[in-house]
Each structure stands twice: as C-alpha cells, then as structure tokens.
C-alpha cells in the first residue's frame, strides 16, 4: 500500500515523469499542483550564500505569499551556472505556466543533483510538457513525486497528519548536506486547511527550528535547500494556531527521522543532548561541536563507548562549562562523571543502531538542546568520493 | 643515519625507555635535559577548554620562563582523570627530579594517548628512574626520544637548523586532533641560542601561528597539545630576534610538514588558499570552513575535481564574499570562473598526493591566507573506529 502524501489534503494534484535529466534513466521531474481554491504559500531556503538558480526564482515567487504550483528536478542542482542558470530555471517556470495556466509569479522551482553542470534543457522542457498531463490525485501520484525527487536517498520520504476535517501532507528528499544552520534539503508540505501565508510561515519556522535545523549528517549546508508549505483551503476547516503548529511539526518531524535513517553511509542514528550550561543557544553550539567532531563520529561507527573524545569535543565549544564537573551518559549509563570516566565506561554496549548522547557541562544553568546526527563510516566515504554528486 | 634533532643544539641531552605504559610493549617514555648554562624557556598549549593534568602542570612550570627538562609519555594522556590525574603527574615530576637533581618547578611534563584511562604509576615511575640514567648527546639519544613519543605516527618526526655558531633541533609528534586553533601536537624545540624566555616566547608565537595553526586534520583539538622551546645559551652566541624567529619558523614549518604527511589515513595534502575578500582573518575563516567539509575531504581522496563543493563550503563561511564571482582553481588550473564552471574543470588531474586549491572570493579585497589539510579517507575512519585512542 502507498502511504499518504503530498496528495492526500483536498485540493492537490502530483504526477513525475522520467525527462532524462539525471543519467540513471531514473524519474527526475515533478510537479505539484494546488487546485485551491486558496493558494496561501510559505517557505524557507538555504542560508547559504552561494545559492542555486531555482532558488533565487523560488523566493521571490513565494514573496507575496501566493503558490500554485512547485516544479522539481533531480539530477541537476543547477547552481553554479551563472546567468545561464537563472534564465534555464524562468524557462522551466515558463514551461509550467504555459502548460498549467498557471501565473508564472505563483510558481516555485527546486532542484537537486550535482552543482556547476548547465541543466539539459531540451530535455527538462520535454519533460515539463509531458508531466503537466500526468498529474492525478492519487497515493500513487504523491509516491512517484516523492520518488523522482531522490539523488542518493534509497527510499521515498512521505508523511501525513489527520486534522479534524482537515489533514497535511508532505515529502521530501535528503541524505547529505544536511546542517542545522539551515533546511537542508527538499522538503514540499501540502495542506487543505484554511491558513494564510504569515500563519503558515511561522507554522514552518517553528517546525524546522525543532526538525531540520537540529540535524546534522557531516556540517555541509547545500546551495538549494528549501522547505515550501502549500495550502489549498480545500477543506474549508481553519485549525487554531496552535493546531496547525503541531501538525506541520509532526509531518515535518517525521521527515527529518526519515532523512537521519536513510542519511548517506549511516549506520548509527546519534542523538545528542547537551544541558547543564548558560542558555539554549550554548547548548545547541555544544551540541553542535560534539556532533560534526570527525573522531566522536569514528567512535559511534566504532561502537566505541569513547568518552575522552566527547569531553575534547565539547571544550572547544562556545558555552559555558566547568572542565572539572561534567558528565557524559551513553544510552543513559554514565560514562563520565566529574570529568573523569566512571566505572564500566568502556563495557557500556553501543552495538545497537541508535546511540544516545547526553553531556551535563556541570555548570548548574538551565540550558539545553539537542541535535541528531550519524556516525562517520567507510559506507559516508565512499559515497561521497567514488561519483561527482 | 639519523638525522640530527633536539640533541643537536650543545647542551642538550636525551634519552627514551620503555616503561610499559603503551600496551604494544614499544618506548613510551622520553626525557629531555637543558644542561645549561641557561634555562630559558617557552610554550603554547592547547586552547581546549578541558586540559589534562600534564598540561596543568606544565603551564605552572613554564609560568617563570625558565625549564631543565621535560619529560614526556605515549600511551596514556592522563586528561580526564580528576585529581587523581593531577598527583600522578605531579609524582612523575618529583620522580625526575629525585633521579636529575633539576626543580620540581623547572621541569615540565606532556603525555599523549588514550583520555581517560588513569596513568599505571608504578611503570611510569620505574621507567623515570630507569630514563634518567639513559640520557646522551648523540642524534640516537634524539632519535629514541623522537621515538618514544610516537602514537599513531608511524615515523618519527625531527629536524634541526644550523645558525651562524648556534643551531636549534626539535622533535615532535601528532597524527589526528590537529587543529588551527592551537598547537595541537607535542612538539619539543631545543636551542643552544642565547635567548631569553621573552624572546623565545614571541618566536614561537609567530612560527606556531605561521605552521601548526594552519594545519587542520580533522578539526578536532586535543586536551593536551603542547608546544615548548627551551634554550641552553651553551653556544655563547645570541643572534638576532630575526635570524632566531626564521630559525625558529623553519624547524616548525618542516615538523608540520612531516606531522600533515603522517597524518591518520591520509593520501592526499591539500594545501588551500582563500584570497579576495575583506581581511587576513575573513580569508582563514573562508580556508578552514573549507578544510574542514566533509564532502570536500572525500571529493579530494577520490581525486574528484567537484569544484561545487568549494563552492557550497565557503558559501557557508563567515567572510566578505561576491556569490556570483567567485573563482576556484585546482592545482592552479580554472574551474570555477565567476561562481560557473570553466571548460575542462571536470577533467583537472587530481591524481597526485598533493592538491592545491585556490579560491577567490571575488570581491577585490586584500585579504588572504591559507590552511593546509588532508583527505577524509577509508583510512582515516578505519584507525579512528577500531580502536580506542
């Protein structure tokens, strides 16, 4: 059974097609169309100062707070390619438009593949042609959107959320280049709820700041990433705030367990709480440090309850600490207390796939955050040097 | 033949035992004597916010600008050991001064190896009773010392510079946690140089912030990293600050060389050079942000020229910066022209054991500087996963 995406909220239509962009032969264009009857839109992008084409033209279509339709390639980030670039990416948007009828200000583009090769246009425009006809309603139609959106992902990543008359739904992309800094990756959220664009927009913020932005798979940070939420109001239903918060937060939660689980060459999912230092924001920096440090990550793949290389770690990290009282806790057995290993420390059993992390820098302040990464593994290498992706 | 190191320099002695404190049964003790007639003294140390004991200890040693010996272990870093970790290296201290007759207060002490494991005191001290009786002048006394404090180097690392009447030798040790933002390694300089600790302390500033400091492994920083400069004064001559700061450069910049050579699983030195943007320090942030992504490290090891990856790295850096033209060029070849690929960019050979990698931040300004690191390789996961280290 396919599960529930993109178009399950009323109002949503999808469909992908094979436009020979990616040389896998592979599909590789999507599209998503808000049949509305509101078109209320929000998003955010990379915060990356090197920025794709399509990202440029996303933003300033989702300005005004207006989308009907989001068009998405894999195979090529088109990023790096000059001016060149950005007129491929308005030729796309125009394709759409023209094969839609849809305005060209109320379409979003993304894309995703390799960085710095010019987009083969001939064969995008075909595609668009050919897609526009190949749209539908469908679980199906959601699964082969989801599917032609992936690079080196294994699996398609959906989810959905059940409202009381109203529902969201959502897909998305992702297995490396994920950082908290930013989204990180293609993420497409569709909703039949009634909601306008500001109403949205925080809705997505607040979400990604607990979802995305608290993952990190190596600290790289894309030039594309882009996380897009569409509501068509289709069913006439207006959730309370706090309603909608909750239900992007749940759908777009999902996803970043989904995008941790398939993240490139995991073999350990690696949750790190960080407590016990001045603010949130020390926590998070803590967290951070410890969770992009190249040895700590050897470690987890290593299954080696390693704690000295967390305490290296966290010391060179910008929050508030007391070197000689902090504690670390593998799997919630503690490892080192006081700054000095605890009994059993290197018993303690990390063969199993998720391995939690939790340091109290001793402090006694209120502060506390966490992030979610991986193990760095011979599988993380050789994806990343064995092809140009 | 063995070339000529911290023994060089008249006045100096050393000599390395094996205690038993590296379970692989190899040396792992090594002690280092200033005969005199002078005792001045430098160091730099780590700037982790968790030192070991060792460190501590050395700091107070140091703090008068005056030191006779130091003696240093492998196999045990004796960092996160509580007070505990505090006695003991304050025992081992005592014991080379009962065994040379030299202060407590003028000897300093460095250990490297696996945090968190106490020190076996009863083989270290008998090793420092057994050491000091092992003590010469020739280039082996420097080779064994060299030697013994060896880790996962898998050669020792020494060099010499002959001045007019004066010469300076060093030795020093570090194959991971090598990061800029301190010294990151042991490394030991001996002078037969008149020089007093002032002096020494402002060479050692300058070459360290010229060789050591640029050099990025892994971005991880050690609890230990020591750097000290000591000065018999035995040749009599006292050269000038700028003849003693070149000296002083030059036998760190070929450690350096040597310690990025060796370095855990290495097979490509990247050397990158970050210019066109607004100061000397924008232009390090932008080079070490670089050298420090991991997609841009496997890129390198699979002799990949993806020149995207330089450019969605240093996007994320914090430096002035023209995202639409910004130039990369790979072992002084093209392949990125106005943040767009050049012709041929994906054809550059990247198949030597050197690469270099300039970027130009593309905004005209004079700032520039340059890091050098490595790949992230197989090899590197491997040795830092099998093993606790």
């Avoid at 239509?13 to 990616?22: L, Q």
């Avoid at 063969?351 to 992390?357: L, N, P, Q, R, W």
Wanted: hydrophobic share 40%.
């Amino acid at each position: 059974m396919t599960a529930p995406g993109i178009t399950w909220p009323a109002g949503f239509s999808a469909g992908a097609v094979t436009a020979g962009i990616k040389p896998s032969g592979k599909s590789d264009l999507a599209l998503i169309i808000n049949e509305g009857p509101r078109s209320d839109a929000a998003a955010v992008f990379t915060r990356n100062r090197v920025v794709a084409s399509p990202v440029k033209v996303s933003r300033e279509a989702v300005a005004d707070g207006q989308l009907r339709a989001v068009v998405i390639n894999s195979g090529n980030a088109n990023a790096c390619n000059g001016a060149q670039g950005d007129v491929d990416a308005r030729a796309m948007v125009d394709a759409v438009s023209q094969g839609t009828d849809i305005a060209v200000k109320d379409i979003a583009i993304c894309s995703t593949g390799l960085i710095g090769e010019p987009l083969p246009m001939d064969n995008a425009l075909a595609g668009i042609a050919d897609v526009v006809d190949h749209v539908g309603t469908t679980p199906q139609h959601g699964n082969d959107a989801a599917t032609a959106i992936m690079t080196t992902d294994t699996v398609p990543k959906e989810s959905a959320f059940a409202g009381d008359g109203w529902s969201v739904g959502v897909m998305g992309k992702g297995v490396g280049m994920m950082a908290p800094s930013l989204a990180t990756m293609l993420v497409c959220i569709t909703t039949d709820a009634v909601a306008d664009a500001t109403v949205l927009q925080s809705s997505l913020e607040k979400a990604c700041a607990q979802t995305f932005n608290t993952l990190d798979v190596d600290g790289s940070t894309s030039t594309n990433d882009t996380v897009i939420v569409m509501s068509s109001g289709a069913s006439g239903v207006q959730p309370g705030k706090e309603e909608l918060d909750q239900a992007i937060l749940e759908v777009c939660a999902d996803i970043a367990d989904q995008l941790q689980a398939d993240a490139e060459g995991v073999t350990k999912r690696v949750k790190i709480t960080v407590e016990g230092t001045g603010s949130d924001e020390q926590a998070l920096n803590a967290a951070r440090t410890l969770g992009r440090d190249n040895l700590f990550k050897c470690a987890m793949f290593g299954s080696d309850p390693n704690w000295g290389r967390v305490l290296a770690a966290v010391g060179m990290a910008d929050a508030d600490m007391d070197p000689d009282n902090i504690s670390v806790y593998f799997n919630d057995q503690p490892v080192c207390v006081h700054s000095t290993g605890a009994s059993g420390a290197r018993d303690v059993d990390l063969s199993g796939a998720g391995i939690d992390v939790r340091v109290d820098l001793g402090t006694g302040g209120e502060g506390t955050a966490f992030v979610r990464t991986t193990d760095l593994s011979y599988s993380y290498v050789e994806i990343n040097s064995a092809y140009s992706s």
